[in-house]
């Protein structure tokens, strides 16, 4: 089991900034990815970010490439989301999420958090 708890969603004007905070608990072992994730009003879920835990590659959607930067912190147990130049399309719940090592099945999320983007 793996816990995770998003924070850092806001109201922000286009062009402005966030950053998105994640903090995971319980049996961190069985973590092989983190990863961000969006859902918007009438849309499913997509693909924002990931970002293997023991080194890999990064990978990011091409409509948030070169605006959007995921890290983590290891010891503090927290995956970040830094979203730079943002756009009203980018207005979304956002979720992090844990990629099981052994099964490659995104099986633990947390909650969600608001991000929304005026024009």
């Known amino acids: 089991q793996v816990q995770l708890v998003e924070s850092g969603g806001d109201l922000v004007q286009a062009g402005g900034s966030l950053r998105l905070s994640c903090a995971y608990s319980?049996?961190?072992?069985?973590?092989?990815?983190l990863g961000w994730y969006r859902q918007a009003p009438g849309k499913q879920r997509e693909l924002v970010a990931t970002?293997?835990?023991?080194?890999?590659?990064?990978t990011y959607a091409d409509s948030v490439k070169g605006r959007f930067t995921i890290s983590r912190d290891n010891p503090k147990n927290t995956v970040y989301l830094e979203m730079n130049s943002l756009k009203p399309e980018d207005t979304s719940v956002y979720y992090c999420?844990?990629?099981?090592?052994?099964?490659?099945?995104?099986?633990?999320w947390g909650q969600g958090t608001q991000v929304t983007v005026s024009s």
């Open positions: 319980g049996s961190i072992f069985l973590i092989g990815a």
């Open positions: 970002i293997p835990v023991r080194g890999g590659s990064i």
């Open positions: 999420a844990v990629q099981d090592r052994l099964s490659g099945r995104w099986d633990y």
